[in-house]
């Protein structure tokens, strides 16, 4: 066999190895000595090697999922107003409506997301928080450990390449091993969840006031986080779900069903989010966002081993972000009647309506 | 147009220009055309009777402009067919005199040393050489008419030579291996000596046939002929007949490899004409290897298709094959 460019490779090598990590066709020119004559191969002999994908643990992508996560979303600097997380009040419903997310008007009552950034934030490259703690359950990253900033401990070990030195793979780089896991969460807005400490606090409820001589109602900036707790313990000593729950729902004659509209919620948020928009749709599509298989299945030619990380590293980013911005993934949304729930009427006395 | 007329002035000679071989003693090949011919006026045609029976046949011959020893750069003739299907793989049947883009430009007293005649406007050679090749018909009869393209004059004449050799008549087979499979001059005998055709394997024997007519050259295979091939081992082999050419000429027959022993073997083929004329030629021996290669992972040789896990330290090594297509003994080549 001729190595080509393979160092030490003898001329009359009989056989060729390496690891190997490709399929391909492997062609071997033949020179024999038959008698005084040297002859060669009229063609080359050739075989067609085909690759099966490793099927050790570690190349089945980890995933988990914390139901019921957080006791505080839509709590921390008056809820998220752009996405609707905020105190179930009227002004707040009004408000929602100047931003895309909520268009028509809307609380939102839960969020799927990854849990790692809500709980830490995300650190942007300049030490800035890209996403703040405990404000949003955001589908981003997909995969952690993202970056050396926000996984310092985790980062160095994420995966480990080799290079291949021999054989008909020799220059490819390959992942060895990977340690990539999805942290997946979803939360109910803190003010219809039981037994939330910051969602029954009065002190928590706000609303966001719009400054009309500010003059730009998509602004987030033209609203004021106003706090609603003078008003309410004014009225009830009740914390806001208790008092929904016993309040009268008009289209019913009933008091509100406040824990089945819970059960909705939590429904919608693990069936839809997690099982159907990333289990199951990442399951259907391996090859682009199940970093297990594509890893386990990488051939990479390059000239030293950070090169070959940095290429990685860009592609597990690339497809963090593809993840979150696909429309039948982690940007997939379906609105989903949850059941009937009171407002705060905070224009009229924080009393409950309809 | 005028009464076509035939005026015999010189008697031409009667060989082919590609190589000839000797050959038992036959009669003279049927001449078509074998004189001077000249155009007074460009009316004037010289028409003749053609019939080609049911096996086909080639036509070979040479011209030269009036009584010179080569055809100029100025004067061009043209045979044609009646009924045209007499031709399907030439329009018109012949062409005579320089084509330009393929023969050298006249340099020297307006001497053209590549050009003669070109069956359908292409030269089809002999090997890839410059020698040309012969032309072929189907069966058929009709009607030949060879005419000026030029303006007519006492000096616009052609020597030309045409005859027809009948593919039922041609005497014997030989075969030789041709420089590659796609092209059919044949290979010189050390590059003969320094092959080894691979059994069992996509390798195939590229084999080119000549058929001899006594003394008067030896001709491609006739384009109606069917092939077959034997091996030594009893096996008939699948035969490939290409064409490199892409119109009539030596075609290249490329013959499937069998599983057999390493070393020399002989293959023999025969070829067979529409009105069951065979020809066989003597056995042709060739230098068969039969090795494969194998992918082997942990001491075991994986089975084909080969499939490895990735990641898997394989080796892929020539192992000498028995005749049945398994490893002989333990150890590598």
């Known amino acids: 066999m001729n190595g080509g460019d393979q160092t030490g490779f003898a001329a009359d090598s009989t056989e060729w190895t390496g690891t190997t990590v490709a399929p391909g066709l492997v062609q071997v020119s033949l020179t024999i000595q038959t008698g005084k004559l040297a002859r060669t191969s009229h063609k080359a002999l050739i075989v067609f090697a085909n690759a099966r994908a490793r099927t050790d643990a ?88 993202l970056d050396p900033k926000n996984d310092p401990a985790e980062w160095p070990g994420r995966f480990t390449v080799s290079n291949i030195t021999s054989g008909p793979n020799r220059t490819y780089w390959y992942v060895t091993s990977q340690r990539y896991h999805t942290e997946w969460a979803y939360a109910v807005n803190a003010f219809i969840r039981p037994g939330s400490a910051p969602g029954a606090d009065p002190a928590n409820y706000t609303h966001w006031k719009y400054d009309p001589n500010c003059g730009t109602p998509t602004a987030v900036a033209c609203y ?59 399951n ?44 039948l993934g982690g940007g997939n949304e379906r609105v989903d009647p949850p059941g009937d729930m009171p407002y705060v009427d905070d224009t009229n006395g924080c009393v409950l309506f309809p | ?37 000249t155009f007074s006026d460009v009316t004037d045609t010289y028409p003749a009777s053609i019939s080609v029976p ?76 410059s020698s040309n090749g012969p032309g072929w018909l189907p069966a058929g009869s009709g009607l030949a008419t060879l005419r000026t393209l030029n303006d007519g004059s006492l000096s616009d004449r052609v020597s030309l030579t045409l005859y027809q050799v009948n593919a039922n008549d041609l005497q014997g087979m030989t075969v030789f291996e041709p420089m590659a499979n796609d092209n059919p001059a044949p290979a010189d005998q050390t590059e003969i000596e320094s092959r080894a055709y691979i059994a069992a394997s996509d390798d195939k024997l590229p084999l080119v046939t000549e058929f001899t007519y006594g003394s008067y050259g030896v ?14 081992i009893g096996e008939t082999a699948g035969v490939q007949v290409t064409n490199p050419y892409g119109h009539p000429g030596y075609g290249i027959l490329l013959i499937d490899i069998p599983k057999m022993k390493t070393g020399n073997h002989k293959v023999t083929v025969s070829a067979t004409l529409p009105s069951g004329k065979t020809f066989t030629a003597s056995p042709y021996q060739v230098f068969v290897y039969n090795a494969a290669i194998e992918a082997v992972v942990g001491g075991t040789v994986l089975p084909e298709p080969v499939t490895f896990t990735r990641g898997n330290t394989v080796t892929f090594r020539v192992r000498q094959q028995d005749a049945k297509g398994k490893p002989t003994g333990s150890s590598a080549i």
């Open chain 1, 58 to 145: 570690q190349w089945t992508t980890n995933r988990s999922i914390c139901d019921d996560c957080f006791d505080d979303l839509a709590v921390k600097n008056g809820g998220h107003l752009p996405q609707a997380v905020v105190f179930p009040s009227y002004v707040n419903y009004l408000s929602t409506k100047n931003f895309p997310a909520q268009p028509n008007g809307a609380i939102c009552l839960g969020l799927t997301g990854e849990r790692i950034g809500y709980e830490s934030g995300i650190l942007d490259k300049d030490n800035q928080f890209a996403l703040e703690p405990h404000t949003l359950l955001k589908p981003l990253p997909l995969y952690r450990p």
């Open chain 1, 224 to 282: 004021t986080n106003e706090s609603l707790a003078s008003c309410w313990t004014a009225r009830t000593s009740l914390s806001f779900l208790d008092a929904a729950s016993q309040k009268i729902n008009p289209n019913t004659g009933q008091p509100y069903d406040m824990a089945r509209l819970l059960t909705n919620v939590k429904t919608h948020e693990k069936g839809f989010h997690w099982q159907l928009a990333l289990v199951d749709y990442i």
């Open chain 1, 284 to 327: 259907g599509k391996k090859t682009t966002y199940d970093i297990g298989t594509i890893l386990e299945g990488l051939a990479v030619v390059g000239p030293n081993e950070a090169s070959v990380k940095a290429f990685i590293d860009k592609l597990v980013l690339d497809m963090n972000t593809a993840y979150a911005n696909d429309p």
């Open chain 2, 1 to 37: 147009m005028r009464l076509s007329r035939l005026l015999l002035v010189t008697t031409v000679l009667t060989s082919p220009l590609f190589a000839a071989k000797p050959g038992p003693a036959v009669p003279p090949p049927t001449p078509i055309y074998a004189n001077l011919y």
């Open chain 2, 54 to 129: 049911q096996d086909g046949a080639w036509f070979y011959g040479s011209a030269t402009f009036g009584g010179q020893q080569y055809m100029d750069c100025s004067h061009h003739y043209e045979v044609d067919l009646t009924p045209s299907s007499l031709s399907p793989d030439y329009s018109p049947f012949l062409k005579v005199g320089y084509v330009s883009g393929i023969d050298t430009p006249c340099v020297f007293s307006n001497y053209c040393y590549s050009c003669s005649m070109n069956f359908g406007g292409f030269k089809p050679k002999t090997y890839f050489t």
């Open chain 2, 219 to 232: 001709f491609p295979a006739p384009l109606s002929a069917t092939f077959s091939a034997t091996w030594d």
